[in-house]
T-cell receptor, first 114, second 111 residues
Framework: KAGVTQTPRYLIKTRGQQVTLSCSPI?????VSWYQQTPGQGLQFLFE???????NKGNFPGRFSGRQFSNSRSEMNVSTLELGDSALYLC?????????????FGQGTRLTVV | GIQVEQSPPDLILQEGANSTLRCNFS?????LQWFHQNPWGQLINLFY???GTKQNGRLSATTVATERYSLLYISSSQTTDSGVYFC?????????????FGQGTILTVHP
């Protein structure tokens, strides 16, 4: 069974640009969550999607957005990039988000903003 | 939201030593998990352990949900155990997919 796949693995972007990251969950998993990891803030929750609906959102500015497709694949977009957006972005998939559900993470996308 | 405190923040061991990592939660949590982050950044699942005790080889974990803490035991440590260990959980209810992570324990195992 394939794991969670994130693409691309590495990205270098310039301030002011926008970027789109992709996450393909484990087959059969319908919930996808996104996290940002930085040395200063640690791992922080961005948002969660289930059956194409955003059900939960963290405390990030509106420049961070996401969506989920009917095949459960998810994308997140960051517009007007800032230097502080440089981070490792991780997505996690799970069968659902009810109690009793384990989350599995992809390898991450390392974004560098210059 | 819930707060997660991990201790110790750093741990340095000689190969073969045993260690215990702790995770305290400010409130009751669901879906408590332990992860090991590899050098490439991926979070590797170690244990899904909302309560009770589990063992997997040299690793074992115990969660006492009523007292809001979890422990990860590493026995006979190896250099390949080095890395960052995280615990995480969610508050249940409408906290869909929102795992709250501790700041991690950085483990270094010397040969």
């Amino acid at each position: 069974k394939a794991g969670v796949t994130q693409t691309p693995r590495y990205l270098i972007k310039t301030r002011g640009q926008q970027v789109t990251l992709s996450c393909s969950p484990i087959s059969g998993h319908r919930s996808v969550s996104w996290y940002q990891q930085t040395p200063g803030q640690g791992l922080q929750f961005l948002f969660e999607y289930f059956s194409e609906t955003q059900r939960n959102k963290g405390n990030f500015p509106g420049r961070f957005s996401g969506r989920q497709f009917s095949n459960s694949r998810s994308e997140m977009n960051v517009s007007t990039l800032e230097l502080g957006d440089s981070a490792l972005y991780l997505c996690a998939s799970s069968f659902s988000t009810s109690p009793g559900t384990e989350a599995f993470f992809g390898q991450g996308t390392r974004l560098t903003v210059v | 939201g819930i707060q997660v405190e991990q201790s110790p923040p750093d741990l340095i061991l000689q190969e073969g030593a045993n260690s215990t990592l702790r995770c305290n939660f400010s409130d009751s949590v669901n879906n408590l998990q332990w992860f090991h982050q590899n050098p490439w950044g991926q979070l590797i699942n170690l244990f899904y352990i909302p309560s009770g005790t589990k063992q997997n080889g040299r690793l074992s974990a115990t969660t006492v949900a009523t007292e809001r803490y979890s422990l990860l035991y590493i026995s006979s440590s190896q250099t390949t155990d080095s890395g960052v260990y995280f615990c995480a959980g969610d508050a249940g209810g409408t906290s869909y997919g929102k795992l709250t992570f501790g700041q991690g324990t950085i483990l270094t195992v010397h040969p």
